[in-house]
């Protein structure tokens, strides 16, 4: 009669973690590593050039292809092809209210003449500020 599809026994969605179908990649250098599960990609710094890493999915022909964790053998055109969206505020929605500031965990985010500021060397692209946001000027 009811469909559990998609669902656990304990009515939590169903997800195929494999820490062999993802890559920890630096969007600056193109350092790659192997994602390791439960360790967000974007907690960890490139030991290349300290940028935040980003997770990108892989297939496991990207993972054979490539010299995992060796930044010399790492063709920079992996994170060309990755294409990395940080968080954008409209300045003409921004009411300045702050609460992205009190928000964001590795302070990236300034105020400007009372208009919110993102320092995107600093943003690990967390996406807090955007669900934080009351009048969504950041997307």
């Known amino acids: 009669m009811f469909s559990n599809r998609g669902f656990n026994n304990a009515g939590h969605h169903k997800r195929n973690f494999s820490n062999q179908s993802a890559l920890c990649v630096c969007p600056k250098c193109g350092y790659t590593a192997i994602h390791e599960q439960g360790v967000p990609c974007s907690s960890k710094s490139c ?17 054979n292809s490539r010299e995992v964790n060796n930044p010399q053998n790492v ?24 609460v992205c500031v009190e928000i964001c965990p590795v302070n990236a985010i300034v105020m400007n003449d ?3 500021f993102i ?13 934080a946001c009351p009048v969504g000027a950041i997307s």
Not at 48 to 60: E, F, G, Q, T, Y
Not at 119 to 127: A, H, K, Y
């Open 47 to 63: 030991p290349v050039c300290k940028s935040w890493l980003m997770r990108h999915d892989a297939s496991p022909s990207d993972l």
């Open 75 to 98: 063709a920079v055109q992996s994170a060309q092809e990755l294409v990395i969206e940080y968080p954008k505020v409209d300045v003409d929605l921004c009411i300045g209210c702050g």
């Open 114 to 116: 009372d208009k919110a």
């Open 119 to 131: 320092i995107e060397d600093m943003c690990r692209n967390c996406q807090k500020c955007v669900r």
